[in-house]
């Protein structure tokens, strides 16, 4: 039987990005994959990760900057990037707030996205 989801689980990161996870380890148990719904502000950044999952991250609005060992890719509205387990890779927004979805295969976990120490 189909399942609703309509109240995500909201993960709490740094630096003033909300990611709501529809289907993933904290939304709904599920390890398999995860769908997260993501919103960051203008000149937000993480730190670089090793992550042990694939991601498909397409944007729905605004510019996602993927760094990664090839250089840089400029990910616009209503296109996507797909990053691979093992990649070391670095997200950031443009110069306006971005909102975008997330798949990760297997799902995202805070112990398996493997980020960098800052600094």
């Known amino acids: 039987m189909p399942e ?5 689980s909201i993960i709490d990161v740094p630096g003033g990005k909300v990611i ?3 289907v993933g380890r ?8 995860s769908l997260a719904h993501m919103k960051a502000p203008a000149g937000w950044s993480e730190p670089a990760q090793r992550p042990q999952f694939d991601e498909v991250t397409l944007v729905i ?3 996602v900057v993927v760094e990664h060992d090839g250089g ?3 990910v616009t509205a209503g296109q996507s990037i797909v990053t691979r387990a093992g990649e070391r890779v670095r997200y950031s927004t ?5 909102e975008y979805v997330a798949i990760c295969t297997p799902a995202f976990a805070p ?9």
Do not use: F
Not at 111 to 119: A, H, P, S
């Open 111 to 119: 112990d398996t996205v493997n980020r960098e120490e800052e600094g």
């Open 4 to 8: 609703l989801n309509d109240t995500p």
């Open 61 to 63: 609005a605004g510019t």
């Open 20 to 22: 709501a996870e529809h």
């Open 94 to 98: 443009g110069a306006d707030d971005a």
């Open 72 to 74: 840089t890719t400029t």
């Open 26 to 33: 904290v939304a709904t148990g599920t390890d398999a994959m």
